[in-house]
């Protein structure tokens, strides 16, 4: 039986897949290290980000958040 946080991920990534969760150009922020940056391009579970003093970093998709501009 799966427990919750695994069910949470597979629906993750199911809704990335769709293109539901995540996109290029978003801003988003790694829930692991606070890093924040410009989705570059995403894979299947993942996306790479680029900050604005241009690293990038690999991130899982269950590790972002989205931040609204506002």
């Not at 570059?40 to 790479?48: L, P």
């Amino acid at each position: 039986m799966k427990n919750f946080k695994q069910l949470r991920e597979q629906a993750l990534r199911q809704a990335h897949r769709q293109n539901d969760v995540i996109s290029e150009g978003d801003i988003v922020m790694s829930a692991r290290t606070g890093d924040k940056g410009t989705v570059h391009r995403t894979g299947v579970n993942y996306a790479i980000v680029v900050t604005e003093d241009g690293r990038m970093f690999r991130e899982w998709v269950k590790d972002i958040r989205a931040i609204n501009k506002s």
